[in-house]
C-alpha cells in the first residue's frame, strides 16, 4: 500500500523500496532545432510520451535557414527529468540543438483569437476598454460579436480571457508559445512591454 509521508517538505510517495518525488514540478519551454523533414517530428512527440510527459502547446515554424525548423514545446517536470528529456533529444539524429530557454532571460509569446459578445452599447464599450488596457486588436465585427487578437506571455493572455468570459466568451483558438533569448543588452528588468494581472486590474 502506498505511504504518504507529510513531514517532508515535498511530498514523498513511498511504494515498496522505489520513491517518487512529487514536488518541484515546474514549468519548462524547450527550443529545438530539427531538420525540416517528414516523421521528425513525430519522433520528438514520441520520445515525450515515451516518458509519459504532456505537452502543453507545441508550434513549429521555419528557422533563416529552410532546410530546419524551430520546434517549441512546452511541458512541466522536474529539473533533472527535463534535463534527461533535453539529452536525448539532443542524441536523435537531424536534431542540431536543443534548450531549456526557461532559466534564461528570454521572450516568451504566444496569440489568441477569442470570440466575445459585444452588442452595442456597454457590452461594445466594455470589451473595448479591455481591449485597449492589453493592447489587443479587433479583427472582426458583427451586430453581436467581435473577435479580438491579443499576444504576449501565457499570464497575459489567460488575465485577458479571463476579464473576457463574464462578458461572454463563444470560442477561443490559441497558438502555441514561440520563445527567443534575448539580447544582452535586454535583460535590464523593465524591458518587457507585457502587463502583469495587477497592472491590468488596475488600469479598468
Given at each position: 500500500?502506498?505511504?504518504?509521508?507529510?513531514?517532508?517538505?515535498?511530498?514523498?510517495?513511498?511504494?515498496?523500496?522505489?520513491?517518487?518525488?512529487?514536488g518541484n514540478?515546474?514549468?519548462?519551454t524547450?527550443?529545438?532545432?530539427?531538420?525540416?523533414?517528414?516523421?521528425?517530428?513525430?519522433?520528438?512527440?514520441?520520445?515525450?510520451?515515451?516518458?509519459?510527459?504532456?505537452?502543453?502547446?507545441?508550434?513549429?515554424?521555419?528557422?533563416?535557414?529552410?532546410?530546419?525548423?524551430?520546434?517549441?514545446?512546452?511541458t512541466s517536470?522536474?529539473?533533472?527529468?527535463?534535463?534527461?528529456?533535453?539529452?536525448?533529444?539532443?542524441r536523435?539524429?537531424?536534431?542540431?540543438?536543443?534548450?531549456d530557454?526557461?532559466?534564461?532571460?528570454h521572450?516568451?509569446?504566444?496569440?489568441?483569437?477569442?470570440?466575445?459578445d459585444?452588442?452595442?452599447?456597454?457590452?461594445?464599450?466594455?470589451?473595448?476598454?479591455?481591449v485597449?488596457?492589453?493592447?489587443?486588436k479587433?479583427?472582426?465585427?458583427?451586430?453581436?460579436?467581435?473577435?479580438?487578437?491579443?499576444?504576449?506571455?501565457?499570464e497575459?493572455?489567460?488575465?485577458?480571457?479571463?476579464?473576457?468570459k463574464?462578458?461572454?466568451?463563444?470560442?477561443?483558438?490559441?497558438?502555441?508559445?514561440?520563445?527567443?533569448?534575448?539580447?544582452?543588452?535586454?535583460?535590464?528588468?523593465?524591458?518587457?512591454?507585457?502587463?502583469?494581472?495587477?497592472?491590468?486590474?488596475?488600469?479598468?
Amino acid at each position: 500500500m502506498p505511504i504518504f509521508d507529510f513531514r517532508l517538505p515535498n511530498f514523498i510517495l513511498a511504494i515498496g523500496n522505489r520513491k517518487l518525488a512529487i514536488g518541484n514540478v515546474m514549468r519548462h519551454t524547450l527550443s529545438i532545432i530539427v531538420a525540416d523533414q517528414p516523421g521528425e517530428l513525430s519522433r520528438i512527440v514520441g520520445l515525450f510520451s515515451a516518458r509519459g510527459f504532456n505537452i502543453e502547446t507545441i508550434s513549429v515554424g521555419q528557422t533563416l535557414d529552410p532546410r530546419w525548423s524551430r520546434v517549441t514545446i512546452v511541458t512541466s517536470g522536474e529539473d533533472r527529468t527535463i534535463q534527461q528529456i533535453v539529452k536525448q533529444c539532443e542524441r536523435l539524429a537531424r536534431v542540431r540543438e536543443v534548450q531549456d530557454v526557461t532559466a534564461r532571460p528570454h521572450i516568451e509569446r504566444e496569440m489568441a483569437l477569442i470570440t466575445v459578445d459585444a452588442r452595442a452599447g456597454l457590452e461594445r464599450q466594455e470589451v473595448l476598454s479591455l481591449v485597449s488596457v492589453f493592447r489587443a486588436k479587433v479583427v472582426d465585427l458583427s451586430h453581436t460579436q467581435m473577435i479580438v487578437e491579443a499576444s504576449g506571455n501565457k499570464e497575459k493572455v489567460d488575465t485577458f480571457i479571463d476579464l473576457l468570459k463574464p462578458i461572454g466568451v463563444s470560442d477561443i483558438t490559441r497558438t502555441g508559445h514561440i520563445a527567443i533569448n534575448r539580447l544582452a543588452a535586454s535583460e535590464i528588468a523593465g524591458l518587457d512591454e507585457d502587463i502583469n494581472e495587477h497592472e491590468a486590474l488596475a488600469a479598468l
